[in-house]
């Protein structure tokens, strides 16, 4: 499919009488400059000034973004702005406040970067309800003063309208459906070559810096584990890229279900997550490698192989697109009205990792040290917050998750949380329960009967014994006190008795009231996505 600009607004008089013949690039995903359609029509725009631009919206602040994603974020502003100095004798400009107000400010008098409001204003579009409604209301502001408004499909292989339109107007909820799906709409287009050049900048334009995390209002955690595991920005990502796509006989024998869920230096997925999140590597880019990778030879399929969480991430797209409400339980024609608890002590105990179950616990530590989880220590701690354990609802689950995993998505956040709290016709079998005492050869793929793991995130199980490590309040009491771990003092009880709780749990699903029709008999569910691009199997998470 072509990409295409949205509706061009006739230029007119704004008010201030005339227009500058300049251009405002607004990076908001997309931080890139390889593949980049926005960045590329500009080059070509003709007007004399270019100003790329950042906006640091005050909503994505630190209530609902953790210190590592907007360390990451920061991180890549740094690598965007560094890229077009070193490349396009331009710099990024980096403003802050409601995208709304200081956009608004530009098209109305071009403050506070231009004698007068733009001639062009170009974006790429976003599907996420926020950003949606944000950018309606920019375009309605560009319209008021005359100012032409592009966009730009770049942030997925398809263009979700084109997808759509196709698809006669539904998201796949299927992997075969999604394979189907993109054999209609043929390979997604090549990527684009970084242009040689764009307009300068205009003289005596203020500098605009990216700000610190100090000055954003957060405290820097440094030293501890993992803090800079993974450095934002598109450097940093393409070489993650490259170093990948160079194996080809991992890319050739990828299966997402058979990675391991317990390794972590290095872990044994791409970790390209984060950086197609913020736009930092393109998925088109990733996904043309793959089969430049493969060569031809035999390879894995979806939904397993690195091509089929490239489907997985889109799928989500277009489930988030398509479906009412899909980011919570109300008024979700896909989500089963589960009745879950509602127990501030148990989702905090979660959150902390300090459930008392090592496994979970590491994971959930993990998760705020490092800010990224193997999809399956996903899969574990979705299934033990929600249906497994603690009946908790998977929308307070998805906020915490959303608030600290560095590949927050909201599309893929909101459908892996759907699935795997057992309420959406993609989920797996409500009864399919993990055990957070797994076993080494259970679906967890955790292959780690020494522990390092659970050693690793959480100390003060340091020096248990691997017999006891998975589950040590068995262990007797002279093993802990040897291990400097008396469980109860120096590490929680089990919070509650799996065995009891995930039966009666099972039974309350069972009676809770029926969510919409099932895919269509013979069709395999929908697997749930981890650690973006997706997961291949299920359960979830």
Partial sequence: PKRKAAPKVAAKAGSSGRLQDAAVLWFRKGLRLDDNPALVAAAKSGVRHLCPIFVIDPHFGPKHVGVNRYRFLLESLSDLDAQLRKRLGSRLLVLRGKPETVLGDILRSGKPLLGAPPRLLMWERDTEPYAQARDAAVAKLAEKAGVEVQTFVGHTLYDPDDALKVNKGKAPSTMPGMVTLAKAL?????PLAVPSKVPPLPAGVKPFPVPTLKEMGYRDVGGKIGTHAFPGGETAGLARMAARLKDTEYIRTFEKPKTRSTAFDPPSTTVLSPYLKFGCVSARRFFHGLKKSIGGK???QPPGSLEGQL????MAYLQGLTVPNFDRAKGNPACRPVPWDKSAAKLKAWEEGKTG?????AAMRQLKQVGWLHHLARHAVACFLTRGDLWQSWEDGRDVFDRLLLDADW???????????????????FFRVYHPVPKMD???NVQDPEGEYIRQYVPELRDMPAKYIYAPWTAPLDVQKEAKCIVGKDYPKPIVEHERVSKANIARFKKSPRAPPAPAAGAKRLAPAGDQPASGKRPRR
């Fill in 186 to 190: 043929g390979e997604p287009p090549q």
């Fill in 357 to 361: 179950f090592p496994f979970i616990d």
């Fill in 442 to 444: 259970s679906a967890l």
């Fill in 311 to 314: 489907y997985f991430r889109e």
């Fill in 298 to 300: 035999k390879h894995t």
């Fill in 411 to 429: 599309a893929i956040n909101n459908m892996n949380w759907l699935a795997l709290s057992g309420v959406a016709p993609w989920s797996p079998p």
